[in-house]
């Protein structure tokens, strides 16, 4: 069993950068796929980025590419998402998920951290 909790979010204002953690519990860290996503107000969950249990292999969403940036401490059981130049777009509770296959769903999620980014 996984447990991921994040923390980070808050209110920031249109340009500026916040950096969301996702911290884990269980020695088997270092053999999970984690990725973020993100769900706005009646809106579904969209994936926005991933990290494989390596740190070797990370795709993001386009809508966040050169502003986002994920990584991993495998020695910490952190996965961080480091966001800059927000955008109100970017507003919405923030979930880190994890799983230990390589590909498709993912089992095991956080209970969300929200960002609110003010124009």
């Known amino acids: 069993q996984v447990q991921l909790v994040e923390s980070g979010g808050g209110l920031v204002q249109a340009g500026g950068s916040l950096r969301l953690s996702c911290a884990a519990s269980?020695?088997?860290?270092?053999?999970?796929?984690v990725a973020w996503f993100r769900q706005a107000p009646g809106k579904e969950r969209d994936f926005v980025a991933s990290?494989?249990?390596?740190?070797?292999?990370?795709s993001y969403v386009d809508r966040v590419k050169d502003r986002f940036t994920i990584s991993r401490d495998n020695a910490k059981n952190m996965v961080y998402l480091q966001m800059n130049s927000l955008k109100p777009e970017d507003t919405a509770v923030y979930y880190c998920?994890?799983?230990?296959?390589?590909?498709?769903?993912?089992?095991?999620w956080g209970q969300g951290t929200q960002v609110t980014v003010s124009s």
């Open positions: 998920a994890g799983d230990f296959m390589t590909i498709g769903k993912y089992a095991y």
């Open positions: 990290i494989n249990w390596s740190g070797g292999s990370i």
């Open positions: 269980g020695s088997t860290f270092n053999r999970l796929r």
